[in-house]
């Protein structure tokens, strides 16, 4: 058979085919032409007769063909340079749209708006029919999609390693104030970013065997497995901004083999044969729509291993020259591990290098330490990845063994250290004692670092989750604190700030976000914060706007916005911010407050759940609940709305956020790793609500204690607290607000009479909670008033606001990439 995925080199005589195509003329004449082409000659249809699904396709593909070149440019550059890049794995990417972005990308969003005018259509009902590649759970993946946007931006060489799941993260829909979960079938009118290549698919293994054989006197193990499937890349395009660079995100579907499917079929077995490519093609079907919590699941393990053992085959065997010296992969690559997801990778390349390039295993071993480094994601105990041995073992058995070996030369060297420790062997054991494989510890020892995601997480990192691993390896842990592309979040989400931003001191802020701090003097300058609130109230209306005809919600632009949108768990503490919205409602309805005394508020409310997790889905049933009574009830006078438009996505995000006036970040300390959402409030002007947990540590550090509601226990102190036991009754006797609060969901004010239907939601509160949210009720109310005496003085408080961004400049994925290359990669962009 012929070999279809090596390239052949043509040798042209043409001058035109020695180079990539150029890019169309960047003129409206030369977009219409283009855009023109791509719907004749790509959708086979005429402008008259296309439906709006083919004009966004040849929109696409338009901008496509403006990138292409470059595209082509920096695929060569990646296989001939001598650089060093980053190969980003992750399970996730929570991409968002593209289109927008690319034109921003190339600086053609005003040429096509004006072409696609031309041709007498409207640019945004085109742009409104694009379904976002939802690839991510939500601050994890988000925060890949950030970082592979700052790379190509800063010229840094990257391919992002992932999974093209056929089904995204679920579609949220309410029934009845309850989730109902709907399939996320994004590629049903197929996708025009995607560049599929069927011939350059991996044969991925699973199952089998092992066994050992003798090689010229020397004995070697290989790996027989039982079945395999193909690995097929599909290949997107990563356009930096405006500098002409684009990098690749390599996304891998599984199909199943031809040959495993053809013995099943000639042995006559043809259901067996149909249902064997099922079950290959269910390995990129679908995301675990978990958010920290794994499940252990069996495809789980395999989507894991199947893309990153493509991904790693892929670097080794077809970018890397086929002569390449494997000793010195290190001065080419390294593998960034995001979260423990791809863990499975370290012993993937030490059986790649050892069982099939023929290394010496502590050769190998030297090689891989240098190639991976680890980032961690969590605090949550539950939340750190295991791997029953017995499933590893009948998956990846050959894995198993190497892991087994990584352990026991590791463990010796604790021996070494410590002498016969059997406490802290078990302890630092890769092993568990039940046996289980701690990918988190296998990341820590392999990795070259390990790194937190922000500085307080990465404090607790050391000192509280990986301590004997911080003493035996000094100077391997360190901090990189997470970032949020401003493309996206500031420029694309809110282009009216963004004109302002420039006009007050020009341009280059985009790619240096510090400038901000030149706005810092404009906050004093009352013509500058008139114009600065204006741009905020506008937003309100377009949020207004979209929230109508998306959901057909009302918002009230007179309201002082409070947002809390994030993914539902109980760590971040939804029922804390419902419990003084229900307080509030409770001081108006028995006649504690006039209606006219409270500040009028519209809260906003976006969460998925993950299906299985039925207090999360609880929760939001008791929030839609609430709104139902609150946004009704005559007595409130329309000063309370809750608003939960469902589905918060990336899209959503992109509306609310430069919206918001208040950002709601109020997770237990010592739970939240970083958030990412809160950066991106803090860039658009909302003031924040928060604990001092993850990074609204260094938020609050930056713009100032006078400029952000601090709350609630510190991390020391919620240790305290556990320590001595907690006990949420103590609280509730304490403040009769809350008590107020908790007795009128248990009446049933908010079911129809019925306390039993949220009786779980209150008792969880009152009698477990591991995240103590009755603890910080009283210290969360008091900072309320303190947001309502400030957004009183709309001077003052828009004033806060623009201090808010001048100050957050350090929150650009810029920065955090910047961080990774001095500390971790030591990959410098190439010109
Ligand atoms: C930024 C973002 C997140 C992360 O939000 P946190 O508040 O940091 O948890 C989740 N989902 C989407 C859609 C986002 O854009």
Not at 153 to 178: A, C, S
Not at 695 to 720: C, K, S
Request: glycine share 8%; aromatic share 10%; with cysteine.
């Amino acid at each position: 058979m012929k070999n279809l995925s090596t390239p052949s080199r043509p040798q042209p005589t043409h001058p035109l085919a020695a180079a990539p195509v150029t890019a169309p003329e960047a003129t409206v004449d030369g977009f219409v032409e283009q855009f023109l082409r791509n719907l004749n000659n790509g959708r086979g249809v005429a402008l008259s007769a296309s439906t709006p699904n083919d004009r966004y396709f040849a929109l696409a593909a338009t901008v496509r063909d403006y990138l292409m070149a470059r595209w082509l440019e920096d695929v060569r550059r990646q296989r001939t340079a001598q650089s060093k890049g980053v190969a980003y794995l992750s399970a996730e990417y929570l991409l968002g749209r593209q289109l927008d972005n690319n034109l921003l990308a190339t600086g053609l969003t005003e040429i096509a708006g004006e072409a696609l005018a031309a041709c007498g259509l409207d640019i945004d009902e085109v742009r409104a029919l694009e379904i976002e590649p939802g690839l991510g759970n939500g601050g994890l993946g988000r925060l890949a999609a950030c970082f592979i946007d700052s790379l190509a931006t800063m010229g840094v060489p990257n391919i992002g390693y992932g999974i093209r799941y056929e089904y995204g993260i679920f579609r949220q829909t309410f029934v009845d104030g309850q989730q109902v979960e709907q399939a996320d079938s994004w590629l049903s009118l197929g996708s025009p970013w995607e560049f599929p290549h069927p011939e350059a698919a991996q044969t991925i293994s699973f199952g089998g065997h092992t066994e050992t054989y003798d090689d010229d006197g020397v004995t070697r193990s290989r790996w027989i497995p039982a079945w395999n499937v193909q690995a097929v890349p599909h290949n997107y395009m990563v356009p930096g901004y405006h500098n002409g660079r684009v990098n690749t995100l390599r996304l891998w579907s599984a199909q199943a083999t031809q040959g495993f499917d053809l013995r099943t079929f000639n042995s006559g077995d043809y259901q067996e044969a149909v249902r064997a490519q099922t079950y290959a093609e269910n390995i990129s079907k679908v995301l675990y729509p978990e958010d920290s919590t794994p499940q252990g699941k069996e495809l789980r393990l395999q989507q894991q291993y199947f893309f990153v053992a493509a991904s790693i085959s892929d670097f080794v065997n077809l970018i890397l020259p086929r002569d390449f010296d494997l000793t010195r992969l290190p001065e080419r690559v390294i593998f960034q591990l995001n979260d423990t997801h791809p863990v499975i990778g370290v012993p993937e390349l030490m059986r790649v290098l050892v069982d099939e390039r023929g290394l010496e295993w502590d050769a190998a071993w030297a090689i891989t330490r240098e190639c991976f480094a680890y980032t961690c994601h969590t605090l949550l105990p539950e939340a750190l990845e295991v791997w029953p041995s017995d499933l590893l073992g009948r998956l990846l058995p050959r894995h198993l063994e190497i892991i087994y070996r990584i352990n026991d030369e590791f463990l010796d060297e604790v021996r070494e250290r410590y002498g016969d420790d059997e406490d802290r062997i078990r302890r630092m054991s890769i092993i568990a004692p039940d046996g289980a494989v701690r990918m988190a510890f296998l990341a820590t020892v392999a990795g070259s670092k390990v790194n937190g995601v922000a500085e307080l997480h990465s404090q607790l990192l050391r000192e509280k989750v990986l301590p004997d691993f911080d003493e035996f390896f000094p100077g391997k842990f360190t901090n990189v604190t997470n970032g949020v592309t401003p493309r996206r979040f500031v420029k694309l989400a809110n282009p009216g700030l963004s004109r302002l931003i420039t006009d007050t001191i020009g341009p280059g802020w985009l790619t240096d976000l510090e400038r901000l701090r030149e706005l810092e003097p404009f906050a004093d300058d009352a013509s500058f914060r008139q114009a600065f609130a204006s741009v905020k109230a506008a937003n309100k209306r377009a949020l207004a706007k979209t929230l109508h005809a998306r959901d057909g919600l009302t918002v009230d632009d007179g309201h002082m916005l409070d947002v809390m949108v994030k993914r539902l768990h109980e760590y971040k503490r939804q029922t804390l911010k419902l419990l003084h919205i229900v307080s509030q409602y409770d001081a108006i309805v028995s006649g504690r407050v006039s209606p006219a005394e409270v500040t009028p508020r519209t809260f906003v409310f976006g969460a998925k759940a993950a299906p299985g997790y039925a207090m999360a889905k609880r929760i939001i049933h008791l929030i839609n609940a609430v709104g139902e009574v609150v946004n009704t009830d005559p007595r409130v006078e329309g000063r309370l709305a809750v608003l939960f438009p469902p589905n918060y996505n990336v899209t959503l995000a992109e509306r609310v956020v430069p919206a918001a006036d208040l950002s709601e970040q109020i997770s237990l300390a010592g739970k939240e790793a970083s958030g990412t959402g809160n950066m991106k409030f803090a860039l658009n002007g909302a003031l924040t609500i928060g604990t001092d947990d993850g990074a609204n540590v260094e938020i609050r550090q930056l713009v100032g204690d006078e400029n952000f509601f601090l709350f609630g226990m510190t991390e020391p102190e919620v240790a305290t607290l556990a320590d001595g036991g907690y006990h949420p009754i103590d609280f509730v006797r304490a403040d009769e607000n809350l008590q107020s609060a908790l007795d009128l969901i248990s009446s049933g004010a908010f079911s129809g009479g019925d306390g039993s239907v949220f009786e779980p939601v209150v008792s969880n509160l009152v009698h477990h909670d591991p995240f103590m949210a009755l603890a910080d009720f009283t210290s969360y109310a008091a900072a309320q008033q303190k947001v309502d005496a400030l957004y009183a003085d709309t001077e003052a408080w828009t004033r806060s606001a623009i201090l808010n961004v001048a100050r957050s400049g350090f929150f650009s994925s810029d920065r955090s990439m910047r961080d990774y290359i001095d500390r971790i990669w030591h990959t410098p962009p190439v010109r």
